[in-house]
């Protein structure tokens, strides 16, 4: 089960607090590395860095516009990230509502045994 | 009768070490108190189908333990224990929370209950703070491998259904 620690998969990627604040800032659009970088106080290296990851895995995608390189989300890729935690959130679900069962069995038995 | 509130669990992932879950249950505090701690409630709704709950034992007291054995259809059993740190009917407990795949990984869990207009909210809180935990969960490069630990630690809280190999 477990994955080889690597960056080459979504799950890896996003598991650095810096990349996923990255892939935050690129929500609202496409932005130029040094926009990125202001935005959260890092060094452009440091952002270069973590793009580039962002990009192995194709979360990010990259275009020139003159000298200048703009990022954008490539929000398709998180799909597995979605699969992954809707099945958690199911399993849980399921698990939750056979408890609210039990609490509406239990609540209409103490109705009966009332009257 | 009044809609159910069936599929309205939220998990939330507040950093890397923590899993929070919050769900809303029409019924008074003291009952929904009951139904998380008492072995003949838990038995009745811990399992999923259709793996059965084989062992439940727990002694709701400050230092008392619990035990929760689930086996699944083909006879795989798997088990969760912890010590209980605080107990305070009907609002809120906090336990040690140990699975057996992971005797390193202990983590603490915070059962909190509040109730209003007839309508109690569960939050629980797993936190892998402790040193063992924290120890298992930075065992490689820290975060980078923390949110596989994470995936491999909701698989485990799952009990059986979670725990087969994807």
Redesign the interface.
Known sequence: ???S?T?SDV??A????RRREILDALMTGEKAVGTIAADLSLSQPQVSKHLRVLSEVGLVRCRADGRCRLYRLESARLRPLHE??SK??Q??????????????E??QQGERSDT | MTP??????R?EFPN?LDVL?T?E???PIA??FD??TKPE?VS???A?PPDQMKECSIDLRVGGNYHQVFVTEDGTECSFRGTYLEVEPPTRTVETWLFEGWPDAEAVETMQLHESDGVTT?TMRLAFRDKAGRDHMTR??G??????QM??I??SL?GP??TS??
């Open positions: 089960m477990a994955r620690p960056t799950f890896n996003i598991a650095e607090v992954w935690l958690y959130e399993a849980w679900n399921a698990r939750l509502d056979r408890m609210d069962d039990l609490l509406q239990l609540q | 159910n509130r069936h599929g309205s669990a998990i890397e879950i769900r249950f029409d019924a009952l929904v139904v998380l409630h009745k709704w811990g999923t569960l490689f490069d975060q980078q491998a923390s949110f596989d995936e491999d909701l698989r799952l259904t979670g190999p994807s």
